[in-house]
């Protein structure tokens, strides 16, 4: 072969010769969501606003998008009339020779419980209480405001939320005694305070705050009072995903940091200061984490081969594959064989059962909380 | 710059919109050299610049909010690179024609660069273009990203040899499923 090879000098100008214009409609995009977007508030925040006022088209685009994504990690839709949505049920997979290795094409329901889920009606987002049957047992909030991450109290007795409005940068948390459907406010500092959770012995709070100087995971009693902050989040890095450890000295939370670009699971010892990463093998992303109601696994989204959701046991140790998805975990049942995912620009969450990766639709909405059993 | 920064970080949305505006080629000439793709990329700005917004007002030094905004622009783009590798990772290439032996032939060349490029990392593109299309140098590059200055030379350079051996593997008939990012 007589091909003379690319000089450097001809890699270089190729390597700098890059479009000079950009699309429009990234601008376009980007200052069209800028008032329903809070500065420091969560991209969280963000999907679920676009997935809960997302319009017809918008919801057949995420359809696609989940076609799409279950044909590449080889899972079959079928049309379940029974739910009126998208079902899934895995097929043998390459990609996951383990955990899918008893696959179940047969749908099949979740054991009778309770979950909130935060819905938008007539453009009015509230705290709705659900059967796993996807049936509504009532609406839990009722407010011209916004509410939003609804967090259980361990005996399944209260609720801590967050209500506000982003965009006027004002959230404050509550907590509503379910059974006598009261509703006390939390927190009342200017900015935003969200995404509480109570303390495994119910007691205390972990929540986080969204406003210069205060912003940081900070921790209450479950009455609002003795509030601190236990951990400083300003910075470049992002801080997410404050969640109890089980024996309430630690809390674990989402470090995104931007160099070296990836997402950690870490722990907080409150009373030291200490920060360790758990389950780090040093290059993947582990994000979107949940833990177990025994506080003793973690389910996560990690950027592993193959890709989608591993458990870990609470100190890091045991990483490994769970299954694909679809979407990462967003709660999980009180037993724990059961989580609740939801794709990326979705609406729809799913249950998926731990043991073979079978998924059926669960509803639509966001930010579900399983009650745990009292 | 510096002003409409500050008033950014107030929540001022006409001094962020100037600065997007001002910033969008940019972002976007960086990430398309990451990603290798119109669409992925205009993803990967989009994001960017919301994160942009929404962490504004934690960016301390503002005379930083150039690099701060590459770096932005890098992490999304890695971001956009990983969140798409499992839909990749079961698309298979159909087999291509033997690169031309036509050593005149830049359309030949651009080809067969393109091709190599896409088997570096996504991380060995982001220094070549910070490098190559930014003129960032390595001390630059490392402080933009976060990174050693060892680490930023070392993805450099395995990025150049990285597409000079693509280049040479490239002259032999592709006939197999390529895997990229």
Known sequence: ?374 | MQDLVALAQEGDRDAFAALAAAKVDTLYAVAFGILRDPERAADAVQQALLNAWRQLPSLRDTTRFDGWCYRLAVSASYEEARRRRIWKLNISVLPTEPATPDAESSLADRDQLERAFRRLSPEQRAVAVMHYYLGLDLIEIAETLAIPPGTARSRLHYALNGLRAAIVADQQPVTSTERMA
Do not use: C
């Not at chain 1, 329903?36 to 319009?55: C, D, E, F, H, Y």
């Open chain 1, 1 to 374: 072969m007589n091909h003379e090879y690319p000089t450097d000098h001809t890699i270089e100008s190729w390597v700098a010769d890059l479009p000079g214009r950009a699309p429009d409609r990234i601008l376009q995009t980007v200052l069209g969501e800028l008032p329903t977007l809070s500065q420091q508030g969560r991209l969280r925040a963000r999907l679920r606003r676009i997935l809960m006022t997302t319009s017809l088209p918008m919801k057949l685009a995420g359809a696609a998008v989940i076609t799409v994504a279950a044909t590449a990690i080889g899972v079959n839709l079928l049309r379940s009339p029974g739910v009126g949505g998208v079902l899934p049920s895995p097929a043998p997979t390459a990609a996951a020779p383990e955990a899918s290795s008893h696959p179940s094409s047969a749908p099949w329901a979740p054991p009778a419980g309770e979950i909130a889920v935060v819905r938008t009606v007539d453009g009015n987002t509230d705290i709705y209480l659900l059967k796993t049957d996807g049936s509504v047992v009532r609406r839990l909030t009722d407010d011209r405001a916004d509410d939003r991450a609804p967090h259980w109290s361990p005996d399944g007795s209260l609720l801590v939320f967050a209500r506000g409005n982003e965009d006027e940068g004002q959230v404050d948390l509550y907590v509503l005694d379910v059974a006598g459907r009261t509703v006390k406010q939390l927190t009342t500092a200017s900015g935003i305070e969200t995404d509480g959770r109570f303390s495994p012995d119910g007691t205390r709070i972990v929540y986080e705050v969204q406003s210069v100087p205060n912003n940081g995971f900070w921790t209450m009693n479950a009455d609002g009072s003795n509030q601190r902050r236990v951990f400083d989040t300003t910075g470049s890095d992002s801080f997410t995903n404050a969640t109890w450890a089980a024996d309430g000295a630690a809390i674990y939370f989402n470090r995104d940091t931007t160099g070296p670009q990836r997402t950690q699971i870490v722990r907080l010892t409150i009373a030291s200061g200490e920060i360790v990463a758990l389950g780090d093998d040093g290059g993947s992303s582990n994000s979107q984490f949940v833990v177990s109601a025994d506080g003793a696994t973690f389910a996560f989204v990690a950027s592993r081969n193959p890709s989608g959701i591993y458990l870990m046991n609470a100190d890091g140790s045991d990483v490994r594959f769970a299954v694909l998805g679809p979407g990462g975990p967003l709660a999980w049942s009180p037993d724990g064989a059961i989580l609740i995912t939801q794709p990326k620009k979705s609406p729809t969450l799913y249950f998926v059962q731990l043991d073979d990766g079978a998924a059926v639709v669960f509803s639509e909405g966001s930010s579900p909380a399983w009650r745990p059993e009292p």
